[in-house]
């Protein structure tokens, strides 16, 4: 049997067998966290480093014990079931902490990133409502000067330190008398149904002020396809993904399908400017098994002399995001001799595509739809398109597969436009090949239409990616008078290259010949940076938008 039939079938199993099973009342605090902790007394469930290089490990009773301790005191400043709570600390214990805290309170958790500026926070407090805000001594200060105009904000939570105006999580602790850790205050605790709103992720986008997606108790559930069938995680594997504790990327792969299979999470406490070379030591020294970062970070560390490192243990790669290009899969496979399996998904959603155990790995496709989810593509006019031509990606609602978001709180409009007939509209677009695995073309607005061609960004910056001389680039339609809109490119050069005209018209020739003369680049300009959003997605839009006023100015 070849292992391309082998691969198919094995999906085909997963399609057939594979079920999410969600109970009427569902709560992964007390349900996963606390079940680990009675089942097994010494299961380690996290291993923290900082750039120190200063260690701590954590059972699943270390977590029960000291979020129970969290929710005690959450409840005694009037923490209670459908209260909503800003959560915005780096990579530090106290963010797992508080989190399962806060759910098994049955209180909605809002997870934001700690770039945020006080601008941002202000907005994000006003627009979901927040009663409480959880934060460092560091990221304080930018709370500060904002929360008088936040109507609702009644109550500022400090985990390290004290600050005036702030409750301190550690003067709690000890005073006036020691919280107990051993169990929540039970009468004050309702259960959870699995439908009762549990987590608000504020989307990132490239444009307009960021949404809120809301999600339901039964969302932890639904990462049983990201952990099990996408990273491949078993009871005793180390995991390791690089998402910030602000993004669901860390819902992903730093807390729920990891922790409901009962696998060590590990986790890297890096602040100010990251170096991914850093990472490959620490993947040696802690045997990381199952390892998941963007392409981003991939294409840092095919940058280094990945044989000088022991990977052994390194069973499999995943990566998520954005498209990862095929040139990058080949280097990674040429170094550590593992493969990269790529996923896809959004801040509302799970995995609901990828290459999944048992599958054949095609660099360059997000992979198949996942176990539970029917998805197609459809045109303008919610019609299936053809197989290999480009569509939109459309996620069918009967069933509701488990995992998918509920709505945009406060967002009429974004949901009117996201829900129609019957389906999810993710924004991206797609082509499905005659195996039945997808290809990501790009978001609707990133497509670019030039001299009657329509062409995918990310296919110009994979043949660009292809040269030697290319570390990064991000592609963008840049008005011309004559074409109305040519392809433009923004390169980041490797070390050791400069600019010029000679590896300009070189570059181009290159991606003349890789793909289809049309879709080359016909300007390219040489940056030492690409501007991105805060989880690190190159934000094209704010390409596009410079090259216009460019235009306008007859620059």
């Not at 109970?23 to 680990?36: H, K, L, T």
């Not at 941002?120 to 927040?130: P, V």
């Not at 999944?356 to 998805?375: D, F, K, V």
Request: with cysteine; aromatic share 10%.
């Amino acid at each position: 049997m070849s292992e391309r039939n082998t691969g198919a079938e094995c999906y085909e199993e997963l399609c057939r067998t594979f079920r999410v099973p969600v109970p009427r009342e569902y709560n992964f605090g007390f349900d996963v966290i606390d079940a680990w902790a009675k089942k097994e007394r010494n299961k380690l469930a996290m291993i923290w480093v900082n750039e120190k290089g200063e260690e701590k490990k954590f059972s699943f009773r270390d977590l029960r014990n000291l979020s129970n301790q969290a929710a005690n005191i959450l409840i005694k400043y009037g923490i209670q079931k459908g209260d909503r709570v800003m959560l915005m600390l780096p990579r530090v214990p106290e963010w797992w902490i508080f989190v399962i805290a806060l759910i098994k309170l049955g209180a909605v958790v809002c997870p934001c990133p700690t770039m945020l500026t006080p601008k941002d926070i202000r907005y994000r407090l006003n627009a979901g409502k927040f009663g409480m805000i959880i934060t460092n001594s560091e990221n304080a200060a930018k709370v500060d000067p904002v929360a008088g105009e936040c109507s609702t904000l009644t109550c500022r939570f400090l985990v390290d330190g004290e600050r005036p105006d702030w409750i301190s999580f550690q003067r709690e602790l000890v005073y006036p008398a020691p919280v107990s850790f051993r169990s929540v205050s039970m009468p004050t605790v309702k259960k959870t149904l699995a439908t009762d709103p549990m987590m608000i992720y504020f989307t990132s986008g490239t444009t307009g002020e960021p949404k809120m997606v809301l999600h339901d108790h039964s969302y932890p559930l639904g990462h049983l396809v990201t952990a099990k069938l996408w990273h491949g995680i078993g009871e005793n594997d180390v995991h390791f993904t690089s998402s910030d504790t602000g993004w669901a990327k860390c819902a992903w792969g730093k807390l729920f399908g990891q922790w409901i299979l009962g696998a060590c999470i590990f986790v890297y406490d890096v602040r100010g400017k990251f170096k991914a070379t850093e990472l490959l030591p620490l993947l040696e020294k802690y045997e990381i098994s199952t390892f998941c970062v963007p392409p981003t970070i991939y294409r840092m560390l095919i940058l280094a002399d990945l044989e000088k490192f022991d990977l052994r243990e390194l069973r499999r790669c995943t990566s998520a995001g954005e498209p990862l290009n095929p040139e990058v899969v080949r280097v990674w496979m040429e170094g550590t001799g593992r493969t990269i399996s790529e996923g896809y998904g959004q801040t509302e959603t799970v995995c609901c595509i990828g290459t999944y155990l048992g599958m054949e790995t095609r660099p360059g496709s997000m992979g198949r739809p996942a176990p539970g989810w029917q998805i197609e593509l459809h045109d303008e006019e919610g019609r299936p398109v053809d197989q290999g031509e480009e569509g939109r990606i459309a996620i069918a609602l009967d069933p509701r597969p488990v995992g998918l978001f509920i709505e945009y709180l406060n967002s009429p409009e974004a949901n009117a436009e996201s829900f129609k007939g019957g389906f999810y509209y993710t924004g991206d677009k797609a082509y499905e090949d005659a195996e039945g695995y997808f290809w990501f073309v790009g978001r609707d607005d990133d497509i670019i239409k030039s001299s009657g061609y329509r062409i995918g960004p990310f296919e110009v910056e994979s043949a660009i990616l292809e040269h030697p001389a290319v570390q990064e680039s991000a592609v963008v339609g840049s008005p011309d008078l004559i074409r109305g809109v040519i392809v433009k490119a923004f390169i980041i050069l490797k070390p050791g290259y400069s600019p010029s005209e000679a590896l300009l018209k070189d570059i181009q020739s290159h991606v003349r010949r890789t793909t289809a003369p049309y879709k080359y680049p016909r300007a390219i300009e040489f940056v030492d940076e690409l501007p991105k959003t805060l989880s690190g997605k190159i934000r094209r839009n704010e390409l596009r938008q410079r090259e216009l006023e460019k235009y306008r100015s007859g620059g």
